[in-house]
Structures are given as C-alpha cells and as structure tokens.
C-alpha cells in the first residue's frame, strides 16, 4: 500500500534536486524515494551490526560466567576433599592414640593439641586465600558453623 508524501524544502535545495534529477534523467519523487529507501536500509544493516555485537557480548559473558562457575565448584570440591581427608585423619588418628584407660582428662588435653596443629596446618594453606579479609582461617569459620 502506497501513500502520498509532501515535502516542503527551501529554494537552494529545490533547485539542487532539480539539478541533480536532470542529470540522472529522473524526477524529483523518484530521487527522494530513493535515497529513504537508501537511507532506511543502512539504518536497517547498522541495528543488525549493533544486534550482532550484543549477542556475540552476551554470549562472551555466558562463556566467561560458565569458566568462572567450574573454576568456582573445582575450588570447593578441593576444599571439600581438604576438609574430609584432615577430618578422617584426625579421627584415625585419635582412634589410635586413645585407649580405654587414657582418663577424661589426657583425651580432652591431646584434642586440643590435635585441634591447635590443625588450625597451623590451615593457616598456611592455599584456602585460607579464598576467606574474607577478616583474618579469620578456613577451620574458624568451619567450627562457628
């Protein structure tokens, strides 16, 4: 469906479109037709440019997002493991250095001693990194909890 389409222009360009309609051999409406249309489709290819960055970014995000995630659960699977193999050492450590006739006492003193090498083994280790800075150890915070 077509619809009729009135321009009012000042004079100098009037006569620049009459010249420039007479050199192509065209008239005036076709010439303006044809640079809209003109117009209209570099406008169309520079939104289909802009799309092309926003999903190739988003998709860069998506991609950095999914590294970060398994960078993420690999650290804690490693804390994890950390914190299970020291818990299972200990508790066979313990097993073996308590006998039933050690009293209340000597076991309560050995697990602090068990509890203090502990907590310099996690002072020093890489996971103590991946706390906050609030100077408290990967064994702190897991015994507040």
Do not use: G, W
């Not at 489709?41 to 997002?65: A, D, F, V």
């Not at 699977?77 to 508790?91: E, S, W």
């Amino acid at each position: 469906m077509e619809k009729k389409l009135t321009m009012r222009v000042p004079k100098e360009l009037e006569d620049t479109l009459n010249k420039i309609c007479a050199a192509n051999n065209t008239s005036k409406s076709e010439y303006v037709r044809n640079i809209i249309v003109e117009h209209f489709n570099e406008s169309k290819k520079k939104e289909e440019k802009i799309i092309k960055r926003l999903e190739k970014m988003e998709q860069n995000m998506n991609e950095n997002l999914d590294r970060s995630n398994e960078r993420i659960i690999k650290i804690l699977t490693r804390i994890l493991l950390y914190a299970l193999t020291n818990f299972h050492l200990l508790k066979l450590k313990i097993r073996n250095d308590f006998s039933e006739n050690v009293t209340q006492e000597a076991k309560d003193k050995k697990i602090s001693v068990y509890v203090s090498e502990a907590k310099k083994l996690t002072n020093n280790h890489e996971v103590d990194s991946l706390q906050p800075k609030n100077n408290k150890t990967f064994f702190d915070n897991v015994i507040e909890k």
